[in-house]
């Protein structure tokens, strides 16, 4: 009888286990241990789901005591458990001489997702196991998630090289079914969120100030594309079942948000909150909000909410009525050079949400003394360099922000639950994923694709 992957998959992390210590195994054991008699027919299937194992994270691969990417040795190869969980096994293993409670399991729970296995190919089905619920740990079964443009960029490799397979999505609202014993701040059957961020050094001067998103050891505890200190292996993202977050990193989702509906706020929300408050957006102050879509409708929203004559600036005519009817006193097409004119000089801040190159210069002249234009869009490809000289002469600033801390999203949530502000969403089931990154792509959905998950989980259950 033919093993299946998942049974592959245990056989080769419990040897992986058992060889703990620096001792390795090769993939003939595995299916030895498998398929006694006829072994030698499932060995191509073997190093295929080793190789999978290598690149998420979960094993090490070795040829002559040199590691190596299987997909490219050639020759006999031997597997281990990474370093970095051998030795994170091994800290567990001398603690747990002092302690009656017993050491955790490696990655012992299944998730079902769609996850990218290169830059090109659109999103597939794939299986991966998340790491056992920690002392400090919340499992979160996952209800919703929205879509981001970053999840694109970062699954497209277009901002950094990937380690495919990957799952991405960072705005994820689900209710927690069990936790750890240590755990304070949530309980069984809350509805919680998780955004950007399921980790961070925690010792830094920013972390030490609630400003996580900028930990000074960098994003290594982003919800995709980190690395779990708990387990050693890469974060995987939302488009999955479940997930796994020190409680730290979760948030309460109140009960007068809409579920869906508050799963764009935890990054799209806080990207444009963040700034807004920091910049102090108010009554009496002139806010602009360059463009309108998964980012720019919130910053006109929450602006709105805040007090502030906000000026939407768009280069679509389409979205002139769309802008006021979201809470933008004035729409500006900003391709119309007469129209910038009337508002030169007149703003306390801009906030720049366009994720591709364009020229800042024709917004940075409408700023007036002493303001800011903030940029949260990341493109793919730099901006041209804004000339020097209109920054000089009035005082005026250009500034980043990056999300937001774990206290300030908390704060952005209760905000937007106080003066009802939510995003204005299209639900997207797990299967037509790809259709959805194509509109997103050509900023083709109002204002913000989200994931309902019942879809994926019902496809787990039909498996």
Known sequence: MTPTRREIEKCLLTLAIERAGGKTFCPSEAARRLVPDDWRECMPQIGAVATRLVATGKLRCTQRDREVDPTNAHGPLRFSLPRTIQSRRAKRAAAAKHSTHPTLHLLMIDAHSYAAFDPHSPLKSWDFQRREVGDDDVQIDILFCGVCHSDLHYARSEWMPVTYPQVVGHEIVGKIVKVGKNVTKHQVG????????????????????????????????????????????????G????????ENYVLRIPASLDSAKAAP??????????????????????????????????????????????????????KVADGKKLGA?????????????????????????VAASHNLDPFIN?????????????PATPHPSPQVFP???????????????IRETQEMLDFCAEHGVQPEIEM?????????????????VKYRF???????????KAA
């Not at 488009?239 to 020190?246: G, R």
């Not at 920054?391 to 922000?401: E, V």
């Open 190 to 237: 809350d509805l919680v969120g998780v955004g950007c961020l399921v980790d961070s050094c925690r010792h830094c001067d920013n972390c030490q100030a609630d400003l996580e998103n900028y930990c000074l050891e960098g994003m290594l505890g982003g919800t995709y594309m980190g690395v779990e200190k708990q387990s050693g292996q890469r974060t995987q993202g």
């Open 239 to 246: 488009y999955s079942t479940v997930i796994v977050v020190d």
């Open 265 to 318: 706020l935890l990054c799209a929300g806080i990207t444009l909150y963040s700034p807004l408050r920091h910049w102090k957006a108010g009554p009496g102050k002139t806010v602009g909000i360059v463009g309108l879509g998964g980012l720019g409708h919130m910053g006109v929203k929450l602006a709105h909410a805040m007090g502030a004559k906000v000026i939407l600036f768009t280069t679509s005519q389409s």
């Open 329 to 353: 006193d004035e729409v500006v097409i900003s391709k119309n050079e007469d129209e910038m004119a009337k508002y030169a000089g007149q703003f306390d801040l801009i906030v720049n949400t």
């Open 366 to 378: 409408l700023l007036k003394l002493d303001g800011t234009m903030v940029l949260v869009g990341a």
């Open 391 to 405: 920054l000089l002469m009035q005082r005026r600033s250009l500034a980043g922000s990056a999300i937001g801390g």
């Open 428 to 444: 997207t089931s797990m299967q037509d994923i790809n259709e959805a990154w194509e509109r997103v792509a050509k900023s083709d």
């Open 450 to 460: 989200v994931i309902d998950m019942a879809t994926l989980k019902a496809e787990q």
